[in-house]
């Protein structure tokens, strides 16, 4: 069975220009997470999909950070413009569907400088 | 509202000896608590789950951890740490109150010495 896949592995940007980070679950999960995890720090939920409809996104910084899933498959998070302090590595996971075990992908690492 | 308190940031164990990482949690609801691992630039790893039904959990590598309702715990332990054993360990909760969101505590980072 293939894991959750996410690009690019690692990503430089200068603040205040924008980045889109991809994540494709495992076939036939319906809930699909986007996680930041700043160094020394548990994950912290960005965002949450039950099949195409969001289900939480109270911690989304909503003027600078965007995602969506189309046809309730693969997922992309944008960030625009970005910041120093959101340099930080974004974890995409999946499950079979809410409260059951989520499978995370390597994760993306942002730097901003 | 659900929470997880990790009590502990570092654990130093001598290889050989046994591991206790300790997680209190707060659920509003019957709650999911999963532990996982992350080693150094790599993923997040399922180590075991507890999903109401038996207390005791066995996971893979020698891990197994207990739910306690009464105390609010979800311990996890291991007999014998072996050097592959560090890593950071997250202590997770979810319930349907929060739509299965997976909350992480703070991690304890393990370090095992020869």
């Known amino acids: 069975e293939a894991g959750v896949a996410q690009s690019p592995r690692y990503k430089i940007i200068e603040k205040r220009q924008s980045v889109a980070f991809w994540c494709n679950p495992i076939s036939g999960h319906a809930t699909l997470y986007w996680y930041q995890q700043i160094l020394g720090q548990g994950p912290k939920l960005l965002i949450q999909f039950q099949n195409n409809g969001v289900v939480d996104d109270s911690q989304l910084p909503k003027d600078r950070f965007s995602a969506e899933r189309l046809k309730g498959v693969d997922s992309t998070l944008k960030i625009q413009p970005a910041k120093l302090e959101d340099s930080a590595v974004y974890l995409c996971a999946s499950s079979y569907r809410e409260n059951t075990e989520a499978f995370f992908g390597q994760g993306t690492r942002l730097t901003v400088v | ?114």
């Open chain 2, 1 to 114: 509202a659900q929470s997880v308190t990790q009590l502990d940031s570092h654990v130093s164990v001598s290889e050989g000896t046994p591991v206790l990482l300790r997680c209190n949690y707060s659920s509003s609801y019957s709650p999911s608590l999963f532990w996982y691992v992350q080693h150094p630039n790599k993923g997040l790893q399922l180590l075991l789950k507890y999903t109401s039904a038996a207390t005791l959990v066995k996971g893979i590598n020698g891990f197994e951890a207990e739910f306690k309702k009464s105390e609010t715990s979800f311990h996890l332990t291991k007999p014998s740490a072996h050097m592959s054993d560090a890593a950071e360990y997250f202590c997770v909760v979810s319930d349907r109150d929060s739509w299965g969101k997976l909350q992480f505590g703070a991690g304890t980072q393990v370090v095992v010495t020869p």
